[in-house]
């Protein structure tokens, strides 16, 4: 498998990364705080392209591969940048393959769709990511895709990572866009890239905050020298390092598994997820610790880091209950296996 970018996928790194330079930045986090939404970096990534690159070109869209969208995630979560990008390119995914006619409102930005990870229970998707800023989400509840309308008063959820979760109620207004055994070969392929997407989101999330911290402790002098010179600093620095390493190869793989093995996709996101959120939850955390009481302070950069690392991964679910997926692509459903 070779991983080295192509000059294209060079050149879109670059732009979304001078993209979430010019219109992000800690300050532009803080100051979307506490909904975690910057409507104007969303017209900018809108028309940037990050809905359509999600689509293929016989849907209107670009027709970007999965490791073309992955590089785009890593760039946003270096940024945590406020606006919703990988729950509406999972739900790109969906509607691409319905007959639904959101797709091109979508596309245009003239409506935010987002996707719910987690299926509704009690007629109320709970926690959906972009929800109170979303106009529609794609809901699966009791074995039917549902396109959720969202009403315009819908309050956020109150969340430590600041982002703009809702939970949303079923209304006689949703419209099936697919049931059955259709329903659910959408819903999990829009959740295995929403696990692929996040799980590079959060490297970059752990990657940043290892700088972060390598910055501090060149700063921080303690006995007249920097204390990134004691090994109880930099050695851990230096773990968390190479687990990005690590947490990028195997978010890069399972994005390339989508074509080269399509029968470990499913296994593989899920695994990505995992590790990189174990990555990104030790590298803040270690970096905060670096910083002492600094790193708990509101004026250091590195809570925002920290606080997202772990609200963003617990959108779906404890991540270890993920590993559940690991299991059931590899060896079968709990049912089959018996």
Not at 144 to 162: F, K, M
Not at 277 to 304: C, K, N, P, W
Not at 309 to 336: K, S
Request: proline content about 5%; glycine content about 10%.
């Amino acid at each position: 498998m070779d991983l080295s970018l192509t000059d294209e996928q060079q050149q879109l790194v670059e732009a979304f990364t001078t993209l979430y330079a010019r219109m992000g930045g800690p300050e532009k986090v803080r100051a979307a705080e506490p909904l975690g939404f910057d409507r104007g970096l969303w017209r900018a990534m809108v028309e940037t392209g990050v809905v359509e690159m999600a689509v293929g070109e016989d849907d209107g869209g670009w027709g970007a591969g999965e490791l073309d969208l992955a590089l785009v995630a890593e760039q946003h979560g270096r940024a945590i940048a406020p606006a919703p990008l990988i729950e509406t390119q999972s739900a790109a995914t969906i509607l691409a393959n319905t007959d639904s006619d959101l797709l091109g409102a979508a596309l245009a930005g003239e409506r935010l769709v987002t996707f719910a990870p987690r299926p509704a229970r009690g007629g109320v998707a709970a926690l959906v990511p972009a929800g109170a800023v979303a106009d529609v989400a794609l809901v699966l509840d009791d074995g039917r895709l549902l396109a959720v309308p969202v009403p315009a008063d819908t309050r956020p959820v109150t969340n430590l990572a600041s982002m703009p979760l809702a939970d949303i109620v079923i209304g006689d207004d949703a419209t099936v866009i697919a049931d059955g055994t259709a329903a659910l070969e959408l819903y999990a392929a829009a959740l295995d890239r929403w696990l692929r997407l996040s799980a590079l989101a959060l490297t970059g999330i752990a990657a940043r905050a290892v700088e972060i911290g390598v910055d501090y402790a060149k700063q921080r002098h303690a006995f007249g020298t920097p204390i990134g010179t004691f090994q109880a600093v930099s050695h851990p620095l230096a773990d968390s390092a190479t687990a990005v390493d690590g947490a990028r190869l195997l978010g890069y793989k399972a994005a390339c598994a989508v074509v080269d093995e399509p029968d470990r996709a499913a296994e593989l996101a899920a695994m990505a997820f995992v590790f990189a959120y174990e990555t990104a939850r030790d590298a803040t955390g270690r970096s905060l610790h670096v910083h002492g009481g600094y790193g708990f302070g509101m004026e250091g950069d590195i809570q925002l880091y920290y606080r997202r690392a772990r609200g963003w991964a617990m959108v779906y679910a404890e991540p270890a209950a993920v590993l559940d997926r690991v299991a059931d692509a590899r060896y079968g459903a709990p049912a089959q296996r018996t």
